[in-house]
């Protein structure tokens, strides 16, 4: 079984909301850290979003005010909610969980927005 799971991505219009789901498969996922990134084609992949295990939060510049990260400790899942979404915000979309020692990757939802 895959560590993490992804699900939630999918085609839609600038504007329009989206939430991503992590669900983790074991119980590294309430000592981990988890995040949100996303690799856009011929970019890099940069951190949209991370959670640490006491709840506090950071984002990218480029999505503070419009996603919220958040997380389910008893349900070992992480969402990211995607409001006002832009052109721009089309990529592959990545979960992490990372406790220090070891780190998983998710194997990645795509979000395309349509202008």
């Known amino acids: 079984q895959a560590p993490l799971v992804e699900s939630g991505g999918g085609l839609v219009q600038a504007g329009e909301s989206l939430r991503l789901s992590c669900a983790a498969s074991?119980?590294?996922?309430?000592?981990?850290?988890m995040g949100w990134y996303r690799q856009a084609p011929g970019k890099q992949r940069d951190l949209v979003a991370r959670i640490r295990p006491s709840g506090i939060t950071n984002y990218a510049d480029s999505v503070k005010g419009r996603f919220t990260i958040s997380r389910d400790n008893a349900k070992r899942t992480v969402y990211l909610q995607m409001n006002s979404l832009e052109p721009e915000d089309t990529a592959v979309y990545y979960c992490?969980?990372?406790?220090?020692?070891?780190?998983?990757w998710g194997q990645g939802t795509q979000v395309t927005i349509s202008s």
């Open positions: 074991g119980s590294f996922f309430s000592l981990s850290a």
């Open positions: 992490n969980a990372d406790w220090g020692v070891q780190q998983y």
